[in-house]
């Protein structure tokens, strides 16, 4: 068994490290430090910390100001209330290309419990049709916390999105973070799996149980989302001629419709899209939930096997 | 920069200034007229006798910041920012003209704008981000923020109010500029935003009530603004009353003159009224 450990953990670890390092950094939070693990943060330094309460529009527009004034602002809250924000995020901080570092927590159906109103499903959609942004969606603990060191040396807009559940480690400290890159973690010439989030260990458990069928797949885990990784998903599609994406959002406007967009202008190849199929979560367990909407090995084997009885010959 | 006391001649430069808003507004046929002559005379006093800044160097360190919430109203604050050399005044032309400097709202690519603004509610959050900056930077600027009287309907207005009130801001300065008037009709008929200075002051802010058209009144509560033993600890907020399109008689207190360009007649009057002003 790998080892468990929630992304949102390694955003925690990183931010404290990225305190300790550089006193630029400053930590925004909206009373939910102890669910996103800005409270790391927090705790050692206070001074650089600005808790707003529960209020998401000031948080987003005074990080705005902070980067405007040279600092490094940090601010995190749930996926989907950094959204209650969306147009202060759009006219105060994507449009002016300001240095500001937004961190989603609770994304996709992982959140469980819950339940639909905290289960963000399109944050990925909505910050990647915003100019300037970058949007990273890392698929363990370790890539989080690397990806979040990344953000405070990257200048400019910047969207991560984090999960609430433990979810199995895929790498090791040595790993290496490069933004806007895509990571092959196994190499196959039937099919390509394009995966993000706690879809990647789950792409590689389905190649596992499509190889069992003679069928090979590559899998690629996606963590920047925007910029895209153009050249490895034309290079995917030329090589392997059949595409399937998987991700805990909608399948509208995320991983899914960024795979889709560089396909159909670039290397046509058929694709099939593992995710939320366009509608709202529920209360649940992640697995259970992970179950009724789709997101296991199993649907992405049954895509799998789709895209490639749609190959051209 | 040299600052002016002289109250006369301050008045003096802010009606010379009202004539390059109504030029401005005329030129390019559309703007907000309303709303810029209603705060040029603060915005006058505020740059000639109270901010320190340089216009040479728009980027000091050490400078006060100046935040135009209400981003609407770029003719005052480009009127200014061009009268005291900022970029040159031949910019004023292109004002709202595709591939020019001057865009239609506040654009921080141009020198002395320190905000993109545009959309109302935001510049008091994005000013406390600004002190914020200060306080961890050990720098002792100050940060003015203009906003208008229907932007405080935005709640997040009252979000940032309360950020600043609870963190004691006390480098923070609101020039509220209290015109009566917000986009299609009056403030207190679309909805009140009374008793505003209770408000402020139940947020934890120092309110100062002025006439915000008497010059005087604006140096005093500039003044009382930066005195610690006035603000006493608390960010300090600026309610001045004023008249949307005060100098032209027919834009004064009239809402259609909120976000429209006079015509050539209108305009030809305009300028007569302004220029008896002297
Ligand atoms: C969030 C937002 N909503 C609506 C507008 C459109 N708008 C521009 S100016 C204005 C009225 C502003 O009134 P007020 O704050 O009183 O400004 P002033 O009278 O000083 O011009 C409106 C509604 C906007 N710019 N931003
Ligand atoms: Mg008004």
Redesign the interface.
């Known amino acids: 068994m790998p080892e468990m450990i929630a992304t949102r953990d390694g955003f925690g670890k990183a931010l404290l490290n990225l305190g300790r390092e550089n006193k630029l950094v400053?930590n925004l939070e909206a009373d939910l430090g102890k669910s996103t693990k800005s409270i790391l943060f927090a705790k050692e330094f206070p001074?650089?910390t600005?808790n707003?309460?529960i209020?998401e529009?000031?948080?987003?527009?005074?990080?705005?100001?902070?980067?405007?004034?040279?600092?490094i602002?940090f601010a995190s809250t749930f996926a989907i209330f950094t959204e209650r924000a969306f147009?202060?995020i759009r006219?105060?901080v994507a449009?002016?290309n300001l240095n500001v570092k937004i961190v989603g927590s609770h994304s996709g159906l992982l959140t469980g419990d819950d339940g639909d109103s905290a289960q963000c499903i399109e944050d990925l959609s909505v910050y990647r049709s915003l100019p300037n942004m970058v949007v990273l969606s890392p698929a363990d603990a370790v890539e989080t916390e690397k990806a979040t060191y990344a953000m405070a040396e990257h200048v400019g807009p910047m969207y991560l999105r984090t999960g609430r559940e433990k979810i199995p480690v895929l790498f090791d400290a040595n790993y290496k973070f490069e933004l806007g890159k895509g990571v092959l973690l196994r190499d196959g010439k039937d099919v390509t799996l394009f995966a993000t989030g706690p879809l990647v260990s789950i792409a590689l458990d389905a190649a596992k149980l499509l190889e069992q069928e003679k069928i090979y797949a590559r899998v690629i885990n996606i963590h920047t989302i925007k910029p895209i990784d153009k050249d490895l998903i034309i290079k995917a599609a030329t090589e392997t001629k059949a595409i399937v994406t998987a991700e805990d959002h909608n399948t509208i406007g995320g991983l899914g419709s960024a795979v889709s967009e560089v396909l159909t202008e670039y290397a046509l190849a058929p694709l099939e899209r593992v995710g939320v199929k366009d509608r709202f979560g529920e209360s649940g367990k992640p697995a259970e939930l992970y179950k009724k909407y789709g997101l296991t090995a199993e649907e992405i084997v049954k895509h799998a096997k789709k895209a490639i009885a749609r190959k051209r010959v | 920069m040299q600052k002016l006391n002289n109250p006369e001649q301050l008045k003096k430069i802010a009606n010379s200034l009202r004539k390059v808003i109504v030029e401005m507004v005329h030129r390019a046929q559309s703007g907000h007229p309303g709303g810029s002559l209603s705060a040029i005379d603060i915005l006058t006093v505020l740059y000639y006798y109270k901010l320190h800044h340089d216009p040479k160097n728009p980027k000091w360190q050490d400078r006060d910041r100046f935040v135009l919430s209400k981003g609407h109203c770029t003719p005052a604050i480009y009127a200014i920012l061009a009268e005291l050399g900022y970029f040159p005044k031949e910019e004023l032309l292109g004002y709202r003209k595709i591939n020019a400097l001057l865009q239609g709202h506040t654009s921080?690519h141009i020198h002395g704008i320190?905000?993109?603004a545009?959309?109302l509610?935001?510049g008091l959050?994005?000013?406390?981000?600004?002190?914020?900056?200060?306080r961890?930077?050990k720098k002792d600027y100050k940060v003015y923020v203009m906003i208008g009287d229907g932007e405080t309907q935005e709640?997040?207005v009252w979000?940032?109010a309360?950020?600043a009130g609870v963190?004691k801001l006390d480098n923070m300065v609101v020039l509220l500029d209290r015109n009566k008037i917000q986009n299609d009709w009056f403030v207190e008929k679309t909805k009140s935003i009374e008793p505003i200075a209770d408000k402020w002051k139940a947020f934890n802010w120092h309110v100062i009530e002025i006439d915000g058209h008497d010059v005087k009144q604006i140096m005093k509560a500039l003044d009382d603004a930066n005195n610690p033993a006035i603000v006493n600890g608390k960010p300090c907020v600026i309610i001045a009353q004023t008249v949307k399109g005060k100098g032209v008689s027919f834009m004064e207190n009239n809402p259609d003159f909120h976000g429209k360009a006079p015509n050539d007649a209108e305009f030809k009057q305009a300028m007569e009224e302004l220029n008896k002003l002297g």
């Open positions: 400053v001074d650089r600005i707003f309460g209020s529009q000031d948080m987003i527009t005074t990080a705005a100001g902070l980067a405007y004034s040279g600092k602002p147009e202060q006219n105060s449009r002016v | 921080i320190e905000m993109s545009g959309s509610g935001q959050s994005y000013g406390n981000g600004i002190a914020f900056a200060a961890l930077d709640g997040q979000e940032a309360q950020t963190h």
